[in-house]
């Protein structure tokens, strides 16, 4: 089921309020361009600053409007269990496929007080769970050992691992399995994860450009690494340039671009200065994204 193209869903904004209609927009087009499923409420779709009831709005609209034609991996993350717990029961009544956890940031867990949360959310209901493994955002990495003794819960499906170290995804084959769902967290990378052993991306740049990775995740789990590195050439400057500030900026940015929704952010993130803005239209233009 958790196999492909993923878009880290950006969740649109209009004067300060959530943009509900061009959130289902975006749904759709999602769908029709060959998005495999989608991503709600991750870090790109502003967490941090979205209220709680916008949050558990957001993943309910896009469940709704993709009515089950493809999965919906909702965001559920918190570095307080019992809000993790909150957001796992609240995608599993309005049917989400699965939930995305980030390890817990800025309080630092212990290796044991990772999997003393995640036994406490694969314990709160019959969702299965992605675990998100970001250090460089959280300040803790789970280690292949942690993960592998979380693997062996029934209910702890896969990671999204966004450290960056393709040996990471041989290590976890070895401590989860070969059958435990890896998607790569990282698009600078996620063709070479899939040669490692990966099976897809939670992808930012998939905001921008959704069927042209579709198609390269496509490549590769057919086995056609030539087709999925071309596709890669073409992508990697807007994957680098989106990335100049932080990525979900820049893909509002881009979007807004191609008319799919408004680049407005929350506090404390800011608009992107000229000089990145250039570099995005040049990244979009090298993909063949514009003229």
Not at 150 to 168: C, F, H, Y
Not at 213 to 241: F, V, W
Request: proline share 5%; glycine share 10%; net charge negative.
């Amino acid at each position: 089921m958790f196999r492909g193209s993923f878009p880290a869903l950006v969740t649109p904004l209009k004067n300060g309020e959530l943009d509900i209609n061009a959130l289902k927009h975006l749904v759709e087009w999602h769908i029709s361009e060959g998005s495999h499923g989608l991503v709600p409420v991750g870090t790109t779709g502003e967490s941090p600053t979205l209220s709680h009831e916008e949050h558990e709005t957001v993943v309910e609209e896009v469940v709704k409007a993709a009515a089950g034609r493809i999965p919906v991996i909702a965001g559920a993350g918190s570095n307080n269990t019992v809000e993790s717990v909150r957001f796992m029961q609240h995608a599993h009544r309005v049917g989400a496929s699965a939930a995305l956890v980030v390890t817990p940031y800025y309080n630092k867990p212990t290796q044991r007080g990772l999997i003393a949360h995640f036994t406490a959310l694969h314990d709160c209901c019959e969702l299965p769970i992605i675990i998100y493994n970001i250090p460089g955002r959280s300040v803790v990495d789970m280690s292949p050992e942690t993960m592998g003794e979380l693997a062996k819960l029934p209910r702890i499906v896969g990671v999204k691992d966004a450290t960056g170290d393709l040996a990471r995804v041989s290590y976890q084959r070895m401590t989860c399995g070969a059958d435990f769902i890896q998607l790569s967290g990282e698009d600078a990378t996620a063709h070479g994860f899939n040669a490692q052993g990966g099976v897809g991306c939670i992808s930012v740049t998939a905001n921008v450009a959704p069927k042209m990775l579709s198609q390269m995740q496509e490549s590769t789990l057919a086995g056609d690494y030539g087709t999925a590195l071309e596709l890669q050439d073409r992508m990697m400057p807007l994957h680098k340039a989106i990335f100049t500030e932080p990525g979900l900026v820049g893909a509002k940015y881009a979007m807004s671009k191609l008319g799919l929704c408004s680049d407005e952010v929350r506090s404390p993130l800011t608009g992107l200065t000229d000089g990145t803005k250039a570099l995005i239209d040049d990244g979009m233009r090298h993909a063949g994204l514009m003229n």
